[in-house]
Every structure is written in structure tokens, then in C-alpha cells.
Nanobody, 126 residues
């Protein structure tokens, strides 16, 4: 059973930056697409960004141009660089692993991911 551990959340002023990290256990990290989701109080968990095993990425429209997802397979880690943060980015951010290995399409639906971290809080003050 894979374990995903997020870190890097915190409190930041609007316009600031944060870098989230997600460390995965196991030896098959490089064969999985990985994603970031977020959940604000009283709202559904929503897709933020995902990166394929081959490095291709996709983003939610709300974060395009501000957030960058990347991965380091030597460290079993996926990152989310968040710039120009807005108060509406405030949420708990979750790292997730795709259901299957070597999937050609980078998916964005919550049900396509079956392993989740505990989440890290990001709070953006105005």
C-alpha cells in the first residue's frame, strides 16, 4: 500500500508563493500519473493539476499560468509550485496517485485516483 505524505503548506499573503511536496513510498512511483486536488471548507474536492509518468501535465483553468506541477522520480516526489496566490486558493491540498500504471492519458477526475495523502493546509490572506 503506497503512502503519500504532503508538506509545504502554510499561511501566505495574497500574491505570495508556496511550494508543496508529496513524497511517495514504494518503488513504482515513476510508472504512475500523479495529481493534486484541493478542498475548501464546505466545498467539493476539486482537481488542481496532474502530471503523467512521462512528464506531460494538465491544470485546472483556475490555476493555469500560476501553478506548476513537477516530479522528481529519483526522490519519489511530486511538487506543486504555487505563485500569485489568491485568497480563493485557500484549501486543504491533497496529493493523489492514479489507479493504474503507465496510463497514457493524464486524468483529472477524483475517481481516477485511488491513493491519497492526508493533506496540507494552504491559507492565503488578503
Amino acid at each position: 500500500q503506497v503512502q503519500l505524505v504532503e508538506s509545504g503548506g502554510g499561511l501566505v499573503q495574497a500574491g505570495g508563493s508556496l511550494r508543496l511536496s508529496c513524497a511517495a513510498s514504494g518503488r513504482t512511483f515513476s510508472s504512475y500519473n500523479m495529481g493534486w486536488f484541493r478542498q475548501a471548507p464546505g466545498k467539493e474536492r476539486e482537481f488542481v493539476a496532474a502530471i503523467g509518468w512521462g512528464g506531460g501535465s494538465t491544470y485546472a483553468d483556475s490555476v493555469k499560468g500560476r501553478f506548476t506541477i513537477s516530479r522528481d522520480n529519483t526522490k519519489n516526489t511530486v511538487y506543486l509550485q504555487m505563485n500569485s496566490l489568491k485568497p480563493e486558493d485557500t484549501a486543504v491540498y491533497y496529493c493523489a496517485r492514479d489507479r493504474g500504471q503507465w496510463r497514457a492519458v493524464v486524468r483529472t477526475t477524483r475517481t481516477d485516483f485511488d491513493a491519497w495523502g492526508q493533506g496540507t493546509q494552504v491559507t492565503v490572506s488578503s
